[in-house]
Each structure stands twice: as structure tokens, then as C-alpha cells.
């Protein structure tokens, strides 16, 4: 079974940095590439919210709110996604989930998502 496992999560002052990862592992031969990788967050209460996503040719999109602070950024050899956070603010913290588009044949694709990894940001 595929799996998306994010980290890096924890409490940082407003301000500061974080990076997140996102690892995507599953049994030989189960992976065969990975398409659109995506980072969504999510508070209680509220809906979880698209906020970065990265095609397999490595063009990023950004929501506004995190344009310009937050950088995505793939690596497909480890089969892992990231997150660069810079200038969190108090209104970043969240749970931040990874999704992506996984090719397992090249006629099978199916899409994930991670259990989420919580951000706290003090100010």
C-alpha cells in the first residue's frame, strides 16, 4: 500500500522557519512516478485549503497568502515533497497535509493524501 508520510512539523516563533517533508514509500515496484504533489493545511473548524502544489516538470503554484514566504519543492529520486516555510506567522498554524497523484502503473493512477503533521507559530 502506498503511503505518504509528512514531518517537520512542531512550534516555532513568528518569524521563523520551517521545513516540511513529505515521503511517499510504498512496496517494490508499487511506485511507478508520481505526478502533481500538493500542500494543503487545515485549522478546526475550517475546511482544509490548497496552498502549494508542484508538477513532476517542477512549476510551483502558490496561494497568495504564502506566495513569496513558502517554497515546494520536489525531489523524485527520494520520492519526497517539501515545504520551505519562512516568515511564519501566527495565522499559519495549522495541521499541513501532503496529496498526491501516484502513477502505480502506468495506466493506474490514485490519489493520496498524508495523516498530517501540526505547525503551531507563537507570538
Known amino acids: 500500500q502506498v503511503q505518504l508520510v509528512e514531518s517537520g512539523g512542531g512550534l516555532v516563533q513568528a518569524g521563523g522557519s520551517r521545513r516540511l517533508s513529505c515521503v511517499v514509500s510504498g512496496p517494490p515496484g508499487s511506485i511507478f512516478s508520481i505526478n502533481l504533489m500538493l500542500w494543503y493545511r487545515q485549522t478546526p473548524g475550517n475546511q482544509r485549503e490548497w496552498i502549494a502544489s508542484i508538477t513532476k516538470e517542477g512549476r510551483a503554484t502558490y496561494k497568495n497568502a504564502v506566495r513569496g514566504r513558502f517554497t515546494i519543492s520536489r525531489d523524485d529520486a527520494k520520492h519526497t515533497l517539501y515545504l520551505q516555510m519562512n516568515d511564519l506567522r501566527p495565522d499559519d498554524a495549522a495541521t499541513y497535509y501532503c496529496?498526491?497523484?501516484?502513477?502505480?502503473?502506468?495506466?493506474?493512477?490514485?490519489?493520496?493524501w498524508g495523516q498530517g503533521t501540526q505547525v503551531a507559530v507563537s507570538s
Open positions: 496529496n498526491a497523484d501516484v502513477m502505480r502503473t502506468p495506466k493506474d493512477l490514485v490519489n493520496y
